[in-house]
């Protein structure tokens, strides 16, 4: 399976938010329980060095020349590797980085035959945290416009690789400044910055397949369960 990270969680309170991303005033946000792929997702974007915004983006990345914005539904992840210069996402890495704010994820685990279970993962402490993300802006012939992104993936740390391949990257605390600065545009400089979260500051637990459909966003989603 190719794609990473195609949900997660943002329950976190929005005042708890405001000092871990310099943000300017408390967001308005409900919890969700099971973020899903086309769906507006909670990004913080530069204003200037000493502050940010929280904005909603829709999830999956449309390039600016996209012909039909549909594209980007095949557009949720970008493989760190390869983001700086594919033509997909090299404009909104050079020019248009994000935060995708979180506070866990989900993957499932094969288990046997088609049997896949979904596990939960999250910091060890349940703090939030950060994707490493990227934006773009896209503009219809009718004027209409849609503001989308994508989620920035590695390769897995150990306890991630237990499951997958590859992991969503997530930036740690001190590395927020440096992904959000508009000044920066060397790609050399950012590199560095998408590879594998520590293992030892992350936990995962299986939990029920209730998270299986998208329309279930509730918070038994993230409940632990014995297998």
Known sequence: MVVMCGRFTLRTPAAELVDLFRLLQVPELQPRYNIAPTQPVAAVKAIDSAANELTFLQWGLIPSWAKDPKIGSRMINARGETAASKPSFRAAFKRRRCLIAADGFYEWQKMGGRIK???YITMKNEEPFAFA???????????????????????????????????????????????????????????????????????????????????????????????
Do not use: F
């Open 133 to 227: 993300g990227l934006w773009e802006h896209w503009e219809a012939a009718d004027g209409s416009a849609i503001d989308s992104c994508t989620i920035i993936t590695t390769a897995a740390n150990p306890l991630l690789a237990e499951i997958h391949d590859r992991m969503p990257v997530i930036l740690p605390e001190d590395a927020y400044g440096r992904w959000l600065d508009p000044q920066q545009e060397n790609k050399d400089a950012l590199q560095p910055l998408l590879k594998p979260y520590p293992s030892d500051e992350m936990k995962m637990s299986p939990i029920s397949t209730l998270v299986n459909n998208p329309r279930n966003d509730v918070a038994e989603c993230v409940e632990a369960i014995e297998i």
């Open 117 to 119: 279970q979904p596990v």
